[in-house]
C-alpha cells in the first residue's frame, strides 16, 4: 500500500512511463516464460521420439526370424548396438535377471544399475547424482532368448541448451525492461506534449491575457479534439470577456450620465432651490425623469443578467398565444392612440416558450416599433408557420435602420441615432434581451429595414 501511495504521488510523466515499463515487461515477461517451457516441451518430445526411433531399430535387427539367436550370439553383436548408437546414449540387453550380457555407451555420463529394470514401455526420468536422464526400455522376445532391450539417454545436452535458453531470455528480458522503460518515457511524453503546451499556454494566458492558443495537432485523435475545445473555449471566454469588458463601461457611461444631472441638480438644490420656487420645481421634474430612467436601466440591466442564468417553463397554449397578442396589441393601442395596429394571426402553435417570455419579446419589439415612427404611425403584427417554425413578424413604416448598423443593433446599449434614442427614454438593451431571450429558446430573430421605409423584424422558434 505505501508504494501504491508513493507510485500516486508521481508526476504523470512517471506515471505513464512506469505503467508502460511495467506493462510491456510483463508482457514479455509472461511470453518469455511460455516461450521457453514450449521450447523445453518440443526438445524432450524431440528426445523421446528419437530414442523410440532407435528402439525400433535395436529390436528390429535383433529380432530377425530367420535366425535364432542364443544368449551367446547375442553378445557377439556389439557392433550393430555401435551402428546405431547415438552421442550421450547407452544400449543395452538385459536377460530376466537384469544382466546385461550387450551394452554399447556413447559418451562419459553416469548410468543407473543394471538391476533397476523398469518392466513398462514408459519413458522415465531420472537423476543420478547433478545428471538428468531418460530411460526407455522393451521386452525382447527371441525363440532362444527372453529380456528387454534398454536404452538410456544423457539430458546433459538438453540441460545446457535450456540453461542458455534461460540466460538469453534472461538477458533480453533485462533489455525489455530498459527498452520498455524508455518505450514508456517516450510514449508519456508524446501523449502528455499537448498538455504540457496546454499547460505553457494556461501560464501565458495568466500573465499576457486571452490571445494565446495551442498549437492544433494534424493528427485526428483524442489529444487534437482537445486541443480543438480548448481553442473553442478560449475563444469563447474572450469573447465572453471582451463582452464584459464593453458592458461595464457601457453601463458606467450609461449611469454616469443620469447619476451627474442628479448629482447638478441636487447641488443647484443645495445651493439655491431651497428659496427659490422654480429652481426647485426644475430639479425636482429632471430629477425625477433621471432617477425613471436610471431605473429603466437598472431594470434592464437585471432582466438581462436573468437571462443569463436561466430560461423560463414553457407554458403556451394557442390560446395563451392569442390571448398575449391581443391584450399587447390592446395596451398599445390604448397608450398610442395616434397609431394604428394591425394585427393578423395565421398560426398560433407555440408551445415551447413562457408566456411571459413571448410578452417581453413582443413588448420590447412593438415599442422600438413605435419609438421610431415618426410619420407614417403604422404598424403591423403578423405570424405563421414555414418549414416547421413559428414566424412572428413585426413590421413598422418609420425612419429604418442604415445597412451598415442592422448587425450592431442587438449589441447592448448600441443605438443607431444615440441623441434621438436618449432624449425617447431608451436604454439600448432592448433587441439584445430580446435576442437572449430568442436564444435561450433555440430560435433566431432577424431585422430587415431601409432608411426611410420602416423596418421588419421576424422571431423564428422551431415547432
Not at 537423476?127 to 536422464?133: D, H, V
Not at 441636487?266 to 436610471?294: C, F, H, P, Q, Y
Amino acid at each position: 500500500m505505501k508504494f501504491i501511495k508513493k507510485v500516486s504521488l508521481l508526476p504523470w510523466k512517471w506515471k505513464l512511463t512506469l505503467a508502460l515499463s511495467v506493462s510491456i515487461f510483463l508482457t514479455y515477461s509472461i511470453f518469455s516464460f511460455f516461450e521457453f517451457h514450449t521450447v523445453s516441451s518440443w526438445l524432450l518430445n524431440q528426445e523421446e521420439t528419437d530414442m523410440k526411433q532407435a528402439m525400433e531399430q535395436v529390436v528390429q535387427q535383433l529380432n530377425i526370424k530367420e535366425r535364432d539367436l542364443t544368449e551367446e550370439e547375442l553378445t557377439d553383436n556389439i557392433a550393430l548396438l555401435e551402428k546405431l548408437n547415438n552421442n550421450n546414449q547407452l544400449i543395452r540387453v538385459l536377460d530376466d535377471d537384469g544382466h546385461a550380457i550387450l551394452s554399447d555407451m556413447n559418451g562419459d555420463f553416469p548410468i543407473i544399475e543394471p538391476n533397476q529394470i523398469y518392466n513398462d514401455e514408459q519413458f522415465h526420468y531420472i537423476s543420478i547424482g547433478e545428471q538428468n536422464s531418460i530411460v526407455y526400455s522393451k521386452e525382447l522376445k527371441l525363440p532362444s532368448f527372453k529380456g528387454r532391450v534398454e536404452i538410456i539417454r544423457s539430458l546433459q545436452s538438453l540441460d545446457k541448451v535450456r540453461e542458455h535458453l534461460r540466460f538469453a531470455m534472461m538477458l533480453f528480458t533485462i533489455a525489455a525492461l530498459l527498452i520498455s522503460g524508455l518505450i514508456g518515457y517516450f510514449i508519456s511524453y508524446l501523449l502528455l506534449r499537448p498538455v504540457n503546451s496546454m499547460t505553457k499556454t494556461m501560464k501565458k494566458i495568466k500573465n499576457t491575457g486571452f490571445k494565446e492558443r495551442m498549437p492544433v495537432y494534424r493528427q485526428k485523435d483524442e489529444i487534437s479534439d482537445l486541443t480543438i475545445i480548448f481553442n473553442e473555449m478560449m475563444d469563447v471566454i474572450e469573447q465572453s470577456f471582451q463582452q464584459q469588458k464593453q458592458f461595464i463601461e457601457d453601463a458606467s457611461h450609461e449611469l454616469r450620465t443620469p447619476v451627474s444631472v442628479l448629482e447638478g441638480h441636487l447641488s443647484m438644490l443645495n445651493r439655491w432651490g431651497k428659496n427659490n420656487k422654480d429652481i426647485l420645481e426644475e430639479s425636482l421634474v429632471a430629477s425625477t425623469e433621471e432617477v425613471t430612467r436610471l431605473k429603466k436601466l437598472i431594470i434592464s440591466l437585471l432582466d438581462l443578467s436573468r437571462l443569463e442564468q436561466n430560461r423560463g417553463e414553457s407554458d403556451l397554449t394557442p390560446e395563451r398565444v392569442k390571448l398575449v397578442l391581443e391584450h399587447t396589441i390592446r395596451d398599445f393601442t390604448m397608450l398610442h392612440q395616434d397609431f394604428t395596429f394591425q394585427m393578423k394571426l395565421d398560426s398560433l402553435h407555440l408551445y415551447k416558450v413562457s408566456e411571459q417570455h413571448l410578452q417581453q419579446i413582443i413588448t420590447i419589439l412593438m415599442d422600438n416599433a413605435v419609438k421610431y415612427s415618426f410619420q407614417e404611425k403604422n404598424i403591423f403584427l403578423h405570424t405563421y408557420e414555414t418549414d416547421h417554425h413559428f414566424v412572428l413578424e413585426i413590421s413598422d413604416q418609420g425612419i429604418g435602420i442604415p445597412k451598415e448598423d442592422i448587425d450592431k443593433v442587438f449589441d447592448r446599449f448600441y443605438r443607431v441615432d444615440k441623441a434621438r434614442s436618449r432624449e425617447q427614454g431608451g436604454t439600448g438593451l432592448g433587441l439584445a434581451i430580446a435576442k437572449k431571450i430568442v436564444e435561450l429558446y433555440k430560435g433566431t430573430i432577424t431585422i430587415k429595414s431601409k432608411v426611410g421605409q420602416g423596418t421588419k423584424v421576424m422571431v423564428r422558434f422551431h415547432i
